[in-house]
């Protein structure tokens, strides 16, 4: 064989070996970059599987939540607590917290304690804007009232007057449930 033939096989041999050379880097680089891309997918998975998981917990809380609670609760001002209990009708305690909290008033759920027997004096409070005490008031006739431990309850009336004298006793204890 004469030199430039061999020279031309050699030449084709050699770019056959580049050519293959090359494709087994790509098939690897290919091969990398599909597992890379696999582990990043899986991370991803993962991530969204925890943030649906989140999701559902979450919508799971938000449903269970009664109107009231889905407002931004603030203590009110004097005028904002007057005109709350002069369009308020409810006798029972919790309603008046609940209807409250559906106008984003911040109002207490109070329990006054009375006398030797232990009667108990449901009322409601506010912490008013701008003022240094709570205020209280009786949940039938909105009297406003300051408890105060050791008084009787008829002397805590800053409006009207005690209207069940049944409750005309030492207070004995407050409590306060926000």
């Known amino acids: 064989m004469n030199k430039k033939k061999t020279l031309e096989i050699t030449t084709i041999i050699a770019l056959a070996l580049i050519i293959n050379l090359s494709i087994i880097s790509l098939n690897y680089t290919m091969s990398n970059d599909l597992k890379n891309t696999k582990?990043?997918?899986?991370?991803?998975?993962?991530?969204?599987?925890?943030?649906?998981?989140s999701y559902g917990k979450n919508q799971s809380i938000l449903n269970d939540l009664t109107e009231g609670d889905k407002y931004l609760l603030h203590n009110p001002l004097k005028d904002e607590v007057n005109g709350f209990l002069e369009k308020e009708n409810s006798k029972n305690a919790s309603t008046v917290v609940n209807n409250a909290k559906k106008e984003g008033l911040r109002c207490a759920y109070v329990q006054v304690i009375i006398g030797e027997i232990l009667l108990l004096k449901e009322i409601i409070g506010f912490n008013i804007s701008g003022e240094e005490n709570m205020s209280y008031y009786e949940i039938k006739t909105h009297y406003q009232i300051e408890p105060i431990i050791g008084l009787n309850y008829s002397e805590c009336f800053v409006t009207g007057e005690l209207d069940d004298q049944v409750y005309n006793q030492r207070i004995r204890d407050i409590v306060t449930i926000w």
């Open 39 to 53: 582990s990043v997918l899986e991370h991803y998975e993962e991530r969204l599987s925890n943030i649906q998981e």
